[in-house]
């Protein structure tokens, strides 16, 4: 495929924002085996193809296994992902469970289904990492995910908590690794409609949208047209956070605070207007023509 300037422009920057998470959060070190889930949606395709040519070009030796789950739902084109693997030389796993049979059966109609799903799709590919010797596991969320996610803590759960770049599982056995945590939606989506990837429709299972979650995506949606740039500026305050300006007691030692103290970072703001930066103009890959839409296996 003859590639254009744009889907090239549009690689190289995916390819510098991947390359400064995975550096940023040392999330892939020299021997490490990667197991790199993908659904066949837009996100793990373009995280798969990233991590190969990072792997490619990188100074450390790291292994990377792809791994598809066929959850058995009915119209899951199960030949795609093996040959589109094949015949790009990743070495891949195919697991065959049939979750949708389980969730269906536990959960009464109209009930929403994500959440028993998700929690076996995690067993099985926790089982999967250890069955391979897989230390990480990575995961195709991107920096919309984790703003979205943090305003669903925030809305509705009351918690100000989103998503982190890296995290240890439960049992401690392996790390889990978000290599697009820099990344928007909506570059990955034009770098997968240009790249052709073999996309599987991700509503197989006839589960709605979560609907909190389409809330939240339609108002950030909303703001960044109104105002270019607030995902991007939500993203970087997640990693600029100052506990004693918030009002948690296991983050900062409120009761304890006395005169004569050191001042906290940031300092005393009781009576100064907040300081605002100039908005955060948007950066991303210089605009260009867009792709076609989607191709959607086996439909
Ligand atoms: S949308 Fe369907 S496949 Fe995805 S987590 Fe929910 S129930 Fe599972």
């Given at each position: 495929m003859e590639r254009s300037n744009t889907l090239q422009r549009i690689e190289k920057w995916l390819l510098r924002e991947t390359g400064k998470a995975i550096a940023d959060y040392n999330m892939i070190e020299e021997g490490d085996t990667v197991l790199v889930c993908v659904s066949g949606g837009k996100d793990s395709h373009t995280l798969l193809h990233l991590l190969r040519i990072l792997q490619a070009k990188a100074p450390i030796n790291f292994r990377l296994i792809a791994m598809n789950l066929d959850?058995?739902?009915?119209?899951?084109?199960?030949?795609v992902l093996p040959a589109y693997f094949e015949k790009t030389g990743v070495d891949f796993r195919i697991i065959e469970a049939d979750t949708y049979s389980v969730v269906k059966e536990k959960i009464p109609e109209?009930?929403?289904?994500c959440s028993l799903c998700s929690r076996l799709r995690r067993g099985i590919i926790y089982r999967t990492a250890k069955e391979l010797g897989a230390n990480k596991i990575a995961l195709g969320h991107h920096r919309d995910d984790m703003v979205h996610t943090l305003f669903l803590n925030l809305i509705f759960g009351g918690k100000l908590k989103a998503m982190p770049p890296k995290l240890v599982t439960d049992d401690g056995a392996h790390v889990v690794i978000?290599?697009?945590?820099?990344?928007?939606e909506s570059d990955i989506a034009r770098y997968s409609r240009g790249m052709e990837f073999p996309i599987i429709p991700c509503n197989l299972c006839g589960s709605q949208d979560n609907l909190q979650r389409q809330k939240i995506r339609e108002m950030m949606q909303e703001w960044d047209q109104k105002f270019p740039g607030r995902t991007e500026a939500v993203f970087s305050a997640l990693q600029n956070v100052v506990p004693s300006h918030l009002a948690d007691t296991k983050l900062f030692d409120f009761k304890g605070l006395?005169?004569?103290?050191t001042p906290a970072?940031?300092?005393?703001?009781?009576?100064?207007p907040p300081e605002l930066p100039p908005m955060l103009a948007p950066r991303g890959p210089l605009d260009g023509d867009d792709f076609p839409l989607p191709v959607v296996a086996g439909a």
């Amino acid at each position: 495929m003859e590639r254009s300037n744009t889907l090239q422009r549009i690689e190289k920057w995916l390819l510098r924002e991947t390359g400064k998470a995975i550096a940023d959060y040392n999330m892939i070190e020299e021997g490490d085996t990667v197991l790199v889930c993908v659904s066949g949606g837009k996100d793990s395709h373009t995280l798969l193809h990233l991590l190969r040519i990072l792997q490619a070009k990188a100074p450390i030796n790291f292994r990377l296994i792809a791994m598809n789950l066929d959850q058995k739902q009915p119209g899951f084109p199960a030949e795609v992902l093996p040959a589109y693997f094949e015949k790009t030389g990743v070495d891949f796993r195919i697991i065959e469970a049939d979750t949708y049979s389980v969730v269906k059966e536990k959960i009464p109609e109209g009930k929403t289904t994500c959440s028993l799903c998700s929690r076996l799709r995690r067993g099985i590919i926790y089982r999967t990492a250890k069955e391979l010797g897989a230390n990480k596991i990575a995961l195709g969320h991107h920096r919309d995910d984790m703003v979205h996610t943090l305003f669903l803590n925030l809305i509705f759960g009351g918690k100000l908590k989103a998503m982190p770049p890296k995290l240890v599982t439960d049992d401690g056995a392996h790390v889990v690794i978000r290599p697009l945590a820099y990344c928007a939606e909506s570059d990955i989506a034009r770098y997968s409609r240009g790249m052709e990837f073999p996309i599987i429709p991700c509503n197989l299972c006839g589960s709605q949208d979560n609907l909190q979650r389409q809330k939240i995506r339609e108002m950030m949606q909303e703001w960044d047209q109104k105002f270019p740039g607030r995902t991007e500026a939500v993203f970087s305050a997640l990693q600029n956070v100052v506990p004693s300006h918030l009002a948690d007691t296991k983050l900062f030692d409120f009761k304890g605070l006395k005169a004569g103290l050191t001042p906290a970072a940031e300092g005393d703001t009781l009576f100064d207007p907040p300081e605002l930066p100039p908005m955060l103009a948007p950066r991303g890959p210089l605009d260009g023509d867009d792709f076609p839409l989607p191709v959607v296996a086996g439909a």
